[in-house]
């Protein structure tokens, strides 16, 4: 190919032109202001100066560096720190508010809100429908508004006015990456929970508020701005409740919207404290109990009867229609109802009653009968019935020492118990009362049987046998009782070979060289002139209520119980002599012997002993002597049983011979018999 000169030329001029070609880039700014500016390839690309009050120009959407072409670039911005973040005043919100109640303020005049509405969520369809008629309550809701800026006069170059423009220009929708979001405004004050968009269109959330009392009654209800405080209604005066608090807080409602509730305090412990007047007698209904309650507010409404069996504590026992004496303890239950009406509608147990029944049904309070205290729920039993209460009337009986009920009756549990008159009966020194588990009759908890005892007068009881002879028959034995009072009956003999007890035969004939027993019945009258007989009323107290009665028998001082009286002979008291002789001989048997501890006694203090017969009339085979406080015992048969009466016939100590000398210890000094086997001997302690 020929090349010519003026080709050449042409090639080169050309490639000069493409190397120094211009370029275009449009500044445009976020109001719509452009600026187009050319530049050569490779000249440094120097760009308008845009100025706006509120805003710092902090580079732009494409490097100016890296421009190769011609590009439209925008300027980003930064707010200026000092710029004031523009509030909207939102006022009128409230249930039953129109549109046309609604007032949005800004804090700036180049804004204007020339537009709004109101919308509510329909809890039917879940959507958010536009309210005409007005704002209902207990739903959440927003408000859609619409913001216009001014460009006239000051507001031309107005800061808070540029910030706005600025965010909701172009720059800000289509590079908002490359943009600094911040919140440039608030409502009410609160930091705005929205972004700024292009339309500059809002919606302020707001949600329902509820502000209850303790029993459900709603005290005032409202629609509050999402995160600006809620007002709380005034707060109700209950008697006998102190307002605390509200149960959360609402100084910043949240979307989802609150249900506030008043939470008190008692400052003073309520007394529920109800009162029995009158005491249950047998045959009594529930018509004859009376109860006072707390106030008039609470109202007895049924009363039931339960009677115990001997040892139940359970309301499981049958109901009753009436008490039945001498079945036990009785039980009491009663319905109470709350009058909320009137006068009680603002009394102070009846507040503090409801307030713990509606807000912490859990929790319980004490209430007293006659002064005994019980918890009860405040959990309601029924619709009527608000709670029961319960009280016990134990059954007390008074007894004579020979079972005779002198007073019977019933006592409300904690109560004191009326002593009927003090017994009286000649030989017998009334003492007290000895209760069942040792129960105080001051301040009864149980059912209490109580008896009387008495102190004995030091009165002797003396029988004389005379005839007790060989050849003599029961038909030759003479008795001497101790007065008319008594008599005997039934007589038998016994007689057996010595120290073969064991082995008695009865006999009609009294022999020589045999020992023997004499068995009687004994009859005691209590009537007539015998009624209140010293020496009757000594025997029968010791036989029914210490079980053995203390007397002598020609001088021996001898126990026994009730009913029958026995005599023990030896066989060489079947000679021929005097009873009298005789019985002093056996009387005057005491010796002294070493003794070992009342360790080797089996021994165990008692009071239900009632063995017939002490009597003896021959020489026993062990032997005692008095040492301090000590009986020593020498000589006892080992395994034959063993007791210790004081002269009134109580016995002190019992037991079995575990070995054949052992001490009995005894708490004070008296006369003492001592039966070992059916052999009584007499010790005087000092």
Same mark, same amino acid.
């Given at each position: 190919?020929?090349?010519?000169?003026n080709?050449?030329?042409t090639?080169?001029?050309?490639?000069?032109?493409?190397?120094?070609?211009?370029?275009?880039?449009?500044?445009?700014?976020?109001?719509?202001?452009?600026q187009?500016?050319?530049?050569?390839?490779?000249e440094?690309v120097?760009?308008?100066?845009?100025?706006?009050a509120?805003?710092?120009?902090?580079?732009?959407?494409?490097?100016?560096?890296?421009?190769q072409?011609?590009?439209k670039?925008?300027?980003?911005?930064?707010?200026i720190?000092?710029v004031?973040?523009l509030?909207?005043?939102?006022?009128?919100?409230?249930?039953?508010a129109?549109?046309d109640?609604?007032?949005?303020?800004?804090?700036?005049?180049?804004?204007?809100?020339?537009?709004?509405?109101?919308?509510?969520?329909?809890?039917?369809?879940?959507?958010?429908?536009i309210?005409?008629?007005?704002?209902?309550?207990?739903?959440?809701?927003?408000?859609?508004?619409?913001?216009?800026?001014?460009?006239?006069?000051?507001?031309?170059n107005?800061?808070?006015?540029?910030?706005?423009?600025?965010?909701?220009?172009?720059?800000?929708s289509?590079?908002?990456?490359?943009v600094?979001?911040?919140?440039?405004y608030?409502v009410?004050?609160?930091?705005?929970?929205?972004d700024?968009?292009?339309?500059?269109s809002?919606?302020?959330?707001?949600?329902?508020?509820?502000?209850?009392?303790?029993?459900?009654?709603?005290?005032?209800?409202?629609?509050?701005?999402?995160?600006m405080?809620?007002?709380?209604?005034?707060i109700?005066?209950?008697?006998?409740?102190?307002?605390?608090?509200?149960n959360?807080?609402?100084?910043?409602?949240t979307?989802?919207?609150?249900?506030?509730?008043?939470?008190?305090?008692?400052p003073?412990?309520?007394?529920?404290?109800?009162?029995i %007047?009158? +005491?249950?007698?047998?045959? !009594? @209904?529930? *018509?004859d109990i009376?109860?006072?309650t707390? $106030? #008039?507010?609470?109202?007895?409404?049924?009363?039931?009867?339960?009677?115990?069996?001997?040892?139940?504590?359970?309301l499981?026992?049958?109901k009753?229609?009436?008490?039945?004496?001498?079945?036990?303890?009785?039980?009491?239950?009663?319905?109470?109802?709350?009058?909320?009406?009137?006068?009680?509608?603002?009394?102070?147990?009846?507040?503090?009653?409801?307030?713990?029944r509606?807000?912490?049904?859990?929790?319980?309070f004490?209430?007293?009968?006659?002064?005994?205290?019980?918890? %009860?729920? +405040?959990?309601?039993?029924? !619709? @009527?019935? *608000?709670?029961?209460?319960?009280?016990?009337? $134990? #059954?007390?009986?008074?007894y004579d020492?020979?079972?005779?009920?002198?007073?019977?009756?019933?006592?409300?549990?904690?109560?004191?118990?009326?002593?009927?008159k003090?017994p009286?009966?000649?030989?017998?020194?009334?003492e007290?009362?000895?209760?069942n588990?040792?129960?105080d009759?001051?301040?009864?908890?149980?059912?209490i049987?109580?008896?009387?005892?008495?102190?004995?007068?030091?009165?002797?009881?003396?029988?004389?046998?005379?005839?007790?002879?060989?050849?003599?028959?029961?038909?030759?034995?003479?008795?001497?009782?101790p007065?008319?009072?008594?008599?005997?009956?039934?007589?038998?003999? #016994?007689?057996?070979?010595?120290?073969?007890?064991?082995?008695?035969?009865?006999?009609?004939?009294?022999?020589?060289?045999?020992?023997g027993?004499?068995?009687?019945?004994?009859a005691v009258?209590?009537?007539g002139a015998?009624?209140?007989?010293?020496?009757v009323?000594i025997?029968?107290?010791?036989?029914?209520?210490?079980?053995?009665?203390?007397?002598?028998?020609?001088?021996?001082?001898?126990?026994?119980?009730?009913?029958?009286?026995?005599?023990?002979f030896?066989?060489?008291d079947?000679?021929?002599?005097?009873?009298s002789?005789?019985?002093?001989?056996?009387?005057?048997?005491?010796?002294?012997?070493?003794?070992?501890?009342?360790?080797?006694?089996k021994?165990?203090s008692?009071?239900?002993?009632?063995?017939?017969?002490?009597?003896?009339?021959?020489?026993?085979?062990?032997?005692?002597?008095?040492?301090g406080?000590?009986i020593?015992v020498?000589?006892?048969?080992?395994?034959?049983?063993?007791?210790?009466?004081?002269?009134?016939?109580?016995?002190?100590?019992?037991g079995?011979?575990g070995?054949?000398n052992?001490?009995?210890?005894?708490?004070r000094?008296?006369?003492?018999?001592?039966?070992i086997?059916?052999?009584?001997?007499?010790?005087n302690?000092?």
């Amino acid at each position: 190919m020929k090349t010519t000169f003026n080709g050449v030329l042409t090639l080169l001029l050309c490639a000069v032109t493409i190397a120094n070609a211009d370029y275009k880039v449009t500044f445009q700014d976020y109001d719509g202001t452009k600026q187009v500016k050319t530049f050569a390839t490779g000249e440094p690309v120097v760009p308008p100066e845009f100025s706006h009050a509120g805003l710092n120009l902090n580079g732009w959407t494409i490097p100016l560096d890296e421009l190769q072409g011609s590009e439209k670039v925008y300027p980003i911005y930064e707010i200026i720190s000092d710029v004031a973040k523009l509030d909207f005043t939102i006022t009128g919100i409230d249930v039953g508010a129109t549109v046309d109640d609604v007032s949005i303020t800004p804090s700036n005049r180049c804004f204007s809100v020339p537009k709004q509405e109101l919308l509510q969520l329909q809890p039917e369809n879940s959507k958010y429908e536009i309210v005409k008629d007005g704002l209902a309550s207990g739903k959440a809701g927003f408000v859609h508004f619409t913001v216009s800026i001014s460009d006239e006069g000051a507001c031309v170059n107005n800061a808070q006015a540029n910030v706005w423009r600025y965010y909701s220009s172009e720059i800000w929708s289509n590079y908002s990456d490359k943009v600094t979001k911040e919140k440039i405004y608030t409502v009410n004050g609160i930091p705005a929970n929205f972004d700024v968009d292009a339309n500059l269109s809002f919606e302020a959330f707001f949600a329902p508020v509820s502000f209850a009392d303790y029993d459900g009654t709603i005290l005032k209800q409202e629609l509050v701005i999402v995160g600006m405080p809620a007002t709380a209604p005034e707060i109700p005066n209950h008697k006998g409740l102190v307002f605390q608090k509200w149960n959360l807080d609402f100084s910043k409602v949240t979307s989802g919207g609150m249900d506030v509730k008043a939470l008190y305090k008692y400052p003073v412990a309520p007394e529920y404290a109800y009162t029995i %007047t009158n +005491v249950l007698k047998d045959g !009594n @209904t529930v *018509a004859d109990i009376e109860i006072g309650t707390p $106030n #008039e507010c609470f109202v007895v409404m049924n009363m039931s009867l339960f009677q115990h069996k001997a040892g139940d504590t359970s309301l499981g026992s049958p109901k009753v229609e009436k008490i039945i004496a001498g079945q036990g303890r009785v039980s009491l239950l009663a319905d109470i109802a709350i009058d909320e009406t009137d006068t009680c509608a603002n009394n102070d147990l009846v507040n503090i009653w409801k307030y713990y029944r509606d807000v912490i049904p859990k929790e319980s309070f004490d209430y007293s009968v006659n002064g005994v205290v019980r918890p %009860t729920s +405040v959990s309601p039993i029924s !619709n @009527t019935i *608000a709670t029961q209460i319960s009280y016990d009337f $134990n #059954e007390i009986v008074f007894y004579d020492y020979d079972k005779k009920i002198l007073k019977q009756d019933f006592v409300g549990e904690g109560g004191a118990a009326t002593l009927p008159k003090e017994p009286a009966h000649k030989g017998l020194t009334f003492e007290g009362w000895r209760t069942n588990n040792n129960a105080d009759l001051s301040k009864v908890k149980e059912d209490i049987q109580a008896k009387a005892y008495y102190s004995v007068e030091n009165l002797s009881i003396s029988f004389t046998i005379t005839g007790v002879e060989a050849g003599n028959t029961k038909n030759d034995i003479g008795l001497e009782t101790p007065n008319d009072c008594f008599s005997i009956s039934n007589m038998e003999l #016994e007689q057996y070979e010595d120290n073969a007890r064991e082995n008695k035969e009865k006999v009609d004939t009294l022999v020589s060289g045999k020992g023997g027993r004499l068995i009687m019945d004994v009859a005691v009258s209590d009537t007539g002139a015998c009624s209140d007989n010293a020496i009757v009323n000594i025997w029968l107290y010791n036989a029914l209520a210490q079980g053995v009665s203390a007397y002598e028998i020609n001088g021996v001082s001898a126990g026994a119980d009730s009913s029958k009286v026995a005599y023990y002979f030896k066989a060489k008291d079947i000679e021929p002599k005097s009873s009298s002789s005789s019985a002093e001989e056996s009387s005057s048997s005491i010796k002294a012997t070493s003794s070992s501890s009342a360790k080797d006694a089996k021994s165990s203090s008692s009071k239900d002993g009632k063995d017939a017969i002490v009597a003896v009339q021959q020489v026993p085979q062990f032997s005692l002597v008095a040492m301090g406080r000590d009986i020593q015992v020498a000589g006892a048969r080992m395994g034959s049983a063993y007791a210790v009466f004081d002269m009134q016939g109580h016995v002190m100590v019992k037991g079995r011979v575990g070995a054949a000398n052992f001490d009995v210890p005894v708490s004070r000094a008296g006369s003492y018999l001592v039966r070992i086997g059916n052999q009584v001997q007499k010790v005087n302690i000092k």
